[in-house]
Every structure is written in structure tokens, then in C-alpha cells.
């Protein structure tokens, strides 16, 4: 069980769907006395990876000097991590890749996160747009020997706010009290 959450939200959308069950998520986790921190990374200046290896000298350490700094921080303590998006063209937002892509930062010195989960939207009405997305999490859960402790898709949504009274709200405020 987690008690240090960070979670990476991706929508540039305020208050759109991914907002509403980003916050399901943290009501359940701090109804069940977890620490979650939410990095709206899309409100960031997080640049993507220039691949300079730097990180490798100073482990943990990103020589690109920006708001990743906080996210980077805020992982070396945490034990859980979770990403949520809207799906954007069968992917995640480029703002959430982006940073995604800069943990690269903590290869060498390592990441005390053990569990890991993944919160969608998307528009379509079936989940087979995410399939490419759940790889990739799984891929990198594997790589990084987190736990996955679950995964909430909300499909068929396009304006803010129509996620509202949908079970996945509660699917989302459930891992947010189990992760
Ligand atoms: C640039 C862009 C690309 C999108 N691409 C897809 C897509 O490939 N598949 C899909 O099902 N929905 C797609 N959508 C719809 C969003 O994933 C969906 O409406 C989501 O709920 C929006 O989340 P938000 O309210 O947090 O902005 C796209 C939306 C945008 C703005």
C-alpha cells in the first residue's frame, strides 16, 4: 500500500474530464490518509528529453533547469506513481510525455515508487484507443518493477464535466483508497 502518491495529470483542459477523475482519485486517497500530490504538468514548463546524459553523471539530477525539478523531488520520495491523460491521436498528451520522458533523470539514481496506476479519457465510445497507451504504462511498469495497482478508462467523453455521475468516478476514487 502507498502512502506518498505523486500523480502526473496531462490535460491541458482545466476542470475537463481528466481534472474531475484525477480529483476522484485523490479524494479516495486522502479519505484513506494518503499523501497524493498532483503535478498538472500541462500548467508546467517541462521541456521534452534532450538525451544529454547528464543525468547519468549527477544521477537524479536533469541539466535542463525547469519546473521538472519539483516532479524530480517529489518522486525521490514518493511510492507510487500515477499517470492520467486524456488520449490524444492513440497516445498520451505530448505535456505528459514530455515528462514522462524526463524521469529519465532518475534511471541512475533509481525511483523508491513500488506501485504505479493509469487514469484515461478519450472520446471515443470503446477502449480500443487506449490499448497503445496501457502498453506503453505496462512496458514501463515492468522496466521499472512497479506494481500495477490499476487501471480507470472513461470512454465516450467530449465536453467538460460529462464524465460527471459515471461509474468510473468511483472506479477512480476506489484506487485512489487501495493503491
Ligand atoms: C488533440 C486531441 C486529440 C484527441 N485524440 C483522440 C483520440 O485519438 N481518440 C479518442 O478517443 N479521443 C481523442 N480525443 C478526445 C479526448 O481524449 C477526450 O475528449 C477527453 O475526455 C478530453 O479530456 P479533457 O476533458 O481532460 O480535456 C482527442 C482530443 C484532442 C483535443
Not at 104 to 118: D, F, H, V, W
Not at 134 to 140: D, E, G, L, V
Request: glycine fraction near 6%.
Amino acid at each position: 500500500m502507498a502512502n506518498n502518491i505523486v500523480l502526473l495529470s496531462g490535460s491541458p483542459r482545466k476542470n475537463g474530464n481528466t481534472d474531475r477523475l484525477v480529483a476522484a482519485f485523490v479524494e479516495g486517497a486522502n479519505a484513506a490518509g494518503k499523501k497524493a500530490r498532483v503535478f498538472r504538468v500541462a500548467d508546467m514548463k517541462i521541456a521534452p528529453c534532450l538525451s544529454c546524459n547528464a543525468c547519468f553523471k549527477h544521477p537524479g539530477v536533469c541539466a535542463q533547469k525547469d519546473d521538472m525539478a519539483d516532479i524530480l523531488a517529489a518522486v525521490s520520495k514518493a511510492d507510487a506513481i500515477v499517470f492520467a491523460s486524456p488520449i490524444y491521436f492513440f497516445a498520451v498528451s505530448a505535456q505528459l510525455k514530455a515528462a514522462i520522458d524526463r524521469l529519465y533523470a532518475m534511471t541512475k539514481a533509481g525511483m523508491p515508487i513500488r506501485e504505479s496506476a493509469l487514469l484515461l479519457t478519450c472520446g471515443a465510445p470503446t477502449t480500443r484507443v487506449v490499448e497503445s497507451v496501457i502498453f506503453m504504462f505496462r512496458a514501463i511498469g515492468s522496466y521499472q518493477k512497479w506494481r500495477e495497482a490499476g487501471i480507470v478508462v472513461a470512454p465516450n467523453l467530449h465536453e467538460p464535466g460529462e464524465i460527471d455521475g459515471r461509474p468510473e468516478l468511483s472506479e477512480a476514487r476506489k484506487l485512489g483508497e487501495t493503491i
